[in-house]
């Protein structure tokens, strides 16, 4: 655990060094769940609820950070075939994405969600793949709140999928995501 804070402490220190963060908010108490479950299949879900992100107000850009032992299924042995077959987590210890928000203006942001477009890089399981998709974004008392889906392809990663389950799984994985950025 100790080296898992200590690694994102570094990568932290460096993304706002390279990137000058002047306005950043940020959170470490991020979700990320994703569902690859199909009809009459046991359901293969998880939750990841300690994913730390930042934003720099001023220009939009944004990164995301998870620990990939941080998922948690609601049974130990999908939670330890995640890790140890497709995974490989003591490999891959992390998701990262690195990105920005298209058109963020933090001073038009209201407690009505407002849709932006974000690209940038996702990079899991050692592959990385550029991705556009839409975050609703809002101002709540609790701070600024970005929330959003999209489907990634375990192919698309180098994730595979053994023939003898694949029907088990779905061919795209949906992701969501919502932080609470202070």
Not at 48 to 73: C, H, Y
Not at 123 to 134: C, F, Q, R, S
């Given at each position: 655990m100790k080296k898992s804070v200590f690694i994102f402490s570094a990568l932290f220190t460096l993304f706002v060094s390279i990137n000058g963060f002047a306005q950043k908010i940020v959170t470490k108490t991020g979700t990320i769940k994703f569902q690859a479950s199909?009809?009459?299949y046991e359901e293969v879900?998880?939750?990841?609820?300690?994913?730390s992100a930042i934003l720099e107000q001023s220009t939009g850009d944004f990164a995301a950070?998870?620990?990939i032992k941080g998922f948690r299924f609601k049974t130990a042995l999908m939670e330890e075939h995640f890790n140890e077959n497709y995974m490989e987590s003591e490999k891959y210890s992390k998701a990262t994405f690195k990105g920005k928000i298209e058109g963020f203006d933090i001073s038009k942001l209201t407690n009505t969600a407002k849709n932006f477009v974000v690209k940038g890089d996702l990079t899991i399981?050692?592959?990385t793949k550029n991705i556009i998709t839409t975050v609703k974004a809002l101002k709540t008392a609790n701070g600024i709140v970005l929330e959003g889906t999209f489907d990634v392809k375990p192919e698309?990663?180098?994730?595979?999928?053994?023939k003898i389950v694949s029907n088990k799984i779905?061919?795209?994985i949906k992701i969501s995501y919502n932080f609470t950025l202070k």
């Amino acid at each position: 655990m100790k080296k898992s804070v200590f690694i994102f402490s570094a990568l932290f220190t460096l993304f706002v060094s390279i990137n000058g963060f002047a306005q950043k908010i940020v959170t470490k108490t991020g979700t990320i769940k994703f569902q690859a479950s199909v009809p009459s299949y046991e359901e293969v879900a998880a939750e990841n609820k300690s994913v730390s992100a930042i934003l720099e107000q001023s220009t939009g850009d944004f990164a995301a950070l998870a620990l990939i032992k941080g998922f948690r299924f609601k049974t130990a042995l999908m939670e330890e075939h995640f890790n140890e077959n497709y995974m490989e987590s003591e490999k891959y210890s992390k998701a990262t994405f690195k990105g920005k928000i298209e058109g963020f203006d933090i001073s038009k942001l209201t407690n009505t969600a407002k849709n932006f477009v974000v690209k940038g890089d996702l990079t899991i399981h050692g592959k990385t793949k550029n991705i556009i998709t839409t975050v609703k974004a809002l101002k709540t008392a609790n701070g600024i709140v970005l929330e959003g889906t999209f489907d990634v392809k375990p192919e698309d990663f180098a994730i595979e999928i053994p023939k003898i389950v694949s029907n088990k799984i779905a061919d795209k994985i949906k992701i969501s995501y919502n932080f609470t950025l202070k």
